[in-house]
């Protein structure tokens, strides 16, 4: 799609339908582009399976024309021990992709971490115990690590922070609610940003007042919480942040919440907001539902300052809107 709003349809997952599902892939999750200049994603269902199998998702590679190739069909090992339903991935300084699935496994309820080259050979890397449903996008970090959260699990069980090296050395950083009422927050359902100054700044979904709260993080695992959201009345200030965050050419840190605002009943219909990396949090604009409802994604931020990103529902067809916001002054 163009920045003035001219969108073109690249590729119409399911193609190539088959007897046990679609052999190109259904649900696509998450997309990169490579440093090939060619476009990388995985699929939550589809695939190549055949005699009777259920198709448990796609690894896959498409040009800027629009040409899709399969690289690898998950679930394809036995009792899925190379995974199912993946989200995202990513690529890394090695030029190989990593990205979780949160099912699969050895225990199917928990996930784990895989490495991809670009001509789709997969090696699983780590199996996720204590950790459990990784399933939002790496990021990698000093020294070249992977970071990443899980929706569950961890000391008290509402999720963690985590690093992984490119060969599969994990460590636990954090586990969240160990402050007492879950002041730290709760349910990391969001990727993260790195911080200029080398920390890693993220939301949970979760906390004191079950709203949500956005953080900071060492590479070594001291965290801060910056912000717990709801905490203005009839939560004007946002309710639950869906998405991650991204820094501004500012400085601040930009990102949504699923609710809250000042327009929609219930609720509220959603918000953007700005972050500074001390905590105070200014409300950029509310969704009133004819603009948008219930953004829940990673904004982008053009050279210009514009941010981008997406809602879920809400726009003159109530199935979703594609947004932009100029820079804040």
Same mark, same amino acid.
């Given at each position: 799609?163009?920045?003035? #709003?001219?969108?073109? &349809?690249? $590729?119409?997952?399911? %193609?190539?339908?088959? =007897?046990?599902?679609?052999? +190109? ?19 939550? !269902? ?16 498409? &040009? ?16 899925? +021990?190379?995974?199912? %339903? ?6 890394? %300084? ?10 699969? #496994? ?13 001509g ?18 790496? =990021? ?16 008290? #069980? ?12 994990y ?12 002041? +730290?927050?709760? $349910?990391?359902?969001?990727?993260? !940003? ?6 890693? /700044?993220?939301?949970t ?5 079950? !709203? ?13 919480? @910056? ?26 840190? $930009? ?9 929609g !009943?219930?609720?509220g ?8 990396? %001390?905590?105070?949090?200014?409300? @950029? ?5 004819? +603009?948008?409802?219930?953004?829940a ?8 300052? /514009?941010? /981008?990103?997406?809602? /879920? ?17």
């Amino acid at each position: 799609m163009t920045a003035n #709003g001219t969108l073109t &349809t690249v $590729y119409n997952f399911c %193609s190539q339908p088959g =007897l046990y599902g679609c052999y +190109d892939g259904a649900t696509p999750q998450g997309i990169v582009q490579a440093t090939d200049g060619n476009f990388y994603g995985v699929t939550n !269902a589809g695939g190549t399976l055949c005699c009777g199998e259920t198709p448990q998702g796609t690894a896959y590679k498409l &040009t800027p024309r629009g040409a899709e190739t399969v690289l690898y069909s998950f679930c394809s090992q036995s009792n899925c +021990d190379d995974g199912k %339903s993946p989200n995202y991935l990513m690529q890394a %300084s090695d030029g190989n992709f990593y990205g979780m699935n949160a099912a699969g #496994g050895i225990d199917d309820q928990v996930g784990l971490l895989w490495q991809m080259s670009s001509g789709g050979s997969v090696n699983v890397l780590y199996g996720f115990s204590d950790s459990k449903f990784p399933y939002v996008q790496l =990021l990698q970090g000093p020294g070249g690590q992977l970071y990443g959260t899980a929706l569950h699990g961890g000391m008290y #069980g509402d999720g963690t922070v985590f690093k992984i090296t490119l060969s599969g050395g994990y460590t636990e950083l954090y586990s969240f609610c160990s402050q007492p009422n879950c002041t +730290d927050g709760a $349910y990391p359902s969001a990727g993260r !940003a790195l911080g200029s100054d080398g920390s890693l /700044y993220g939301t949970t979904s979760g906390g004191t007042i079950t !709203a949500g709260t956005a953080f900071k993080i060492t590479p070594s695992g001291t965290l801060t919480t @910056l912000y717990t959201f709801c905490s203005q009345s009839h939560c004007a200030d946002g309710n639950h942040p869906g998405g991650g965050l991204v820094q501004g050419s500012d400085g601040n840190f $930009y990102g949504t919440t699923v609710n809250g605002g000042l327009y929609g !009943a219930g609720y509220g219909a959603g918000t953007i907001f700005e972050l500074t990396p %001390s905590g105070t949090l200014i409300t @950029l604009h509310s969704f009133n539902g004819a +603009d948008g409802l219930n953004p829940a994604v990673n904004l982008v931020q053009d050279a210009g300052g /514009y941010l /981008y990103g997406v809602t /879920y529902a809400g726009g003159a067809n109530s199935l979703g809107t594609v947004f932009s916001l100029s820079p804040p002054q």
